[in-house]
């Protein structure tokens, strides 16, 4: 029963992602070619996530959302309802990555202008994700807040060990590496600020 309910969700996901994208790129006024030549993302692979027949990685997703001037957080706070300054946990959208395993939970209530986002990330052992150089995000910075587990965190040449309570603040915009090198799952927060 719970496979049928996460597969579900996995392909209900998959369609909000394809939509979204296909969006974006409209808004943007980019074909397949011209995002595809912008994100260094092959056309094939943008149309088969386009049409929700390809689960995108984070890498990849960074790269597309990079592309087309969002970040991966303001890629995922799109929303179809009304704002509401309560966002209930069982509407948080969910995505996991399907390359790392890692569990992605959109915390802040959307569509309200806020320049803060909140992030929850259940991040699995010995995952690893490494999100590509993001220069037009320069201006935003993050907080990343380690609720339990261990995480190092690198970010152009600067690497951090953390432990359960630390908080590392550190811009967007660099290349930046997760690692879990523990055999037990990290749960942290991300807390997004954008500049004005």
Known sequence: MMEIYSLIMENT?????????????????????TLAIRSGVSRAMISRIERAEASPTAALLA??????G???????????????????HADQPLWRDPDSGYLRRSVSPPGLGSPVDIVE??????????????PHLHSMTQHIWLLSGVLVMTAGEDIWQMAAGDCLFM???????????????ALYAVIIHRSA
């Not at 992602?17 to 980019?30: D, F, H």
């Not at 706070?77 to 009304?82: G, S």
């Not at 990330?121 to 993001?134: A, D, N, S, T, Y």
Request: no cysteine; charged share 20%.
């Open 63 to 68: 790269r597309l959302a990079n592309a087309l």
């Open 171 to 185: 811009p967007i915009g660099v290349e930046t590496v997760f690692a879990n090198p523990s055999p037990d799952p």
């Open 13 to 33: 996901v998959d369609s909000t992602i394809a939509e979204r994208l296909k969006l974006l790129r409209r808004q943007a006024g980019y074909s397949l070619d």
């Open 121 to 134: 990330v259940e991040f699995p052992p010995k995952g690893r994700v490494v999100l590509p150089p993001q």
């Open 70 to 88: 969002e970040s991966l957080s303001s890629f995922f706070a799109a929303t179809a309802h009304e704002p509401s300054p309560m966002a209930r």
